[in-house]
């Protein structure tokens, strides 16, 4: 069992720059690709990025360019640096673990999921 625990988010302006962490739970961290997802208000959950265990990382295209995604093994914590904000990427933003070396775009691919920490970027 994982638990995962967002922190960082609160409200921006456009342009500013956010760092998201997650820290997880458990002994065996380093054995999970990581990702972060986000929904907005009215709109299903969205793939942001993801991070393998060996440190591949991937990204939607909305964010390439804006969305760095790291991990440190040692403090079980994965963080989503964000560049550039913008109105469009108010969201919640979910730090979610995965039982598997690689990644997933897809939402029910992944095992666990933190409660989410709100972005809200006013223009």
């Known amino acids: 069992q994982v638990q995962l625990v967002e922190s960082g988010g609160g409200l921006v302006q456009a342009g500013d720059s956010l760092r998201l962490s997650c820290a997880a739970s458990?002994?065996?961290?380093?054995?999970?690709?990581m990702g972060w997802f986000r929904q907005a208000p009215g709109k299903e959950r969205e793939f942001a990025a993801s991070?393998?265990?060996?440190?591949?990382?991937y990204y939607a295209d909305s964010v390439k360019g804006r969305f760095t995604i790291s991990r440190d093994n040692a403090k079980n914590t994965v963080y989503l640096q964000i560049h550039s904000l913008m109105p469009e990427d108010t969201a919640v933003y979910y730090c979610?673990?995965?039982?598997?070396?690689?990644?997933?775009?897809?939402?029910?691919?992944?095992?666990?999921w933190g409660q989410g920490t709100q972005v809200t970027v006013s223009s």
């Open positions: 979610a673990a995965r039982r598997s070396p690689k990644w997933s775009e897809i939402a029910e691919t992944w095992d666990y």
């Open positions: 458990g002994r065996t961290f380093n054995v999970y690709a």
């Open positions: 991070i393998t265990v060996k440190n591949s990382t």
